[in-house]
């Protein structure tokens, strides 16, 4: 029996390293294990570990410099999210696809509903942390984010009917607006729920917000292609920009949010809680 024991050991261990070594790169490795059931018989065991890959830096939250290694982890994790993570189910960062936003109308320069579809953020992975605040808790997360960004554009099909800075704007087709120097807040706040006798995170609450240091807009077929009318407004717009993005800047940052409590807990969701704190 003990041979046997050592025999089952070992082919477990051998399937194990092999199984480790194909899967090195991905998050999710098998192990197996040998125990003995209550009538002392032997039986293998499959152990999947989720867990993000070893090339993630882990911050444990009793980590007396939890927020320092939270910012180096979360930095080092946009550079490397560009191709999201398939195993996972991650969806990639580059370019961070949204199948459609609606803006509403502003209170001031901004008199048309913006319609965006097959909209693609990119760059996002390029912001530079500047600050954070993190606090874990055995049963929830906070984070207090700042960073740079020095440039950030969405592409995306659009549909104007209305009116900007008093004059009409109608148009459909292709547009591209992008954000220069852009300091972003991030107030992210998640808590722990139970799957499988395991604690994971789920985002409660987050709060975005954008301030660029300049947007520069370019619509294209509006006035049904008419290129002199066309241009002429997209001049207005740039030459204008900061009244426009202030009237409706914080509509941007609102739909942005929820899309990021999404990414965010694709991953939590997938991870258990004390695999990264």
Do not use: H
Not at 106 to 111: L, P, Q, R, S, Y
Not at 144 to 167: K, Q
Not at 229 to 243: A, F, P, Q, S, Y
């Amino acid at each position: 029996m003990k041979y046997g024991i050592v025999l089952l050991a070992l082919f477990a261990l051998l399937i194990s390293a092999c199984y480790a070594g194909k899967l090195r790169k991905y998050p999710i490795i098998l192990f197996l294990k040998v125990i003995k059931t209550k009538d002392k018989k032997l039986r293998l065991k499959y152990v999947f570990y989720s867990f993000l890959a070893s090339e993630y830096q882990i911050c444990k939250r009793d980590n007396p410099n939890y927020s320092e290694c939270m910012k180096n982890a979360i930095q080092d994790a946009l550079t490397r999210l560009d191709n999201g993570i398939p195993t996972l189910n991650v969806p990639p960062l580059q370019p961070l696809n949204i199948p459609s936003i609606t803006i509403g109308e502003g209170k001031g320069a901004v008199n048309v509903v913006q319609k965006y579809k097959n909209f693609n953020l990119y760059d996002v992975g390029k912001s530079i942390i500047e600050k954070i605040e993190a606090k874990a808790t055995p049963n929830d997360l906070k984070l207090e984010v700042e960073l740079l960004s020095p440039e950030t554009r969405f592409e995306a099909d659009y549909s104007f009917n209305g009116r900007v800075l008093l004059l009409p704007i109608v148009g459909d087709g292709k547009c591209t607006v992008t954000l220069q120097q852009v300091k972003i807040t991030i107030n992210l706040y998640a808590e722990t729920f139970e799957k499988k006798e395991k604690k994971y995170l789920k985002v409660k609450n987050v709060t975005l917000k954008l301030v660029p240091g300049k947007v520069i807009y370019n619509f294209e077929n509006l006035f049904n292609g008419d290129e002199r009318l066309g241009n002429e407004m997209n001049r207005l717009l740039n030459d204008n920009w900061k009244d426009v993005y202030d009237d409706i800047g914080d509509q941007y940052a609102v739909a942005l949010q929820t899309v990021f409590a999404d990414y965010a807990d694709k991953v939590f969701s997938k991870v258990p809680f004390e695999e990264i704190s």
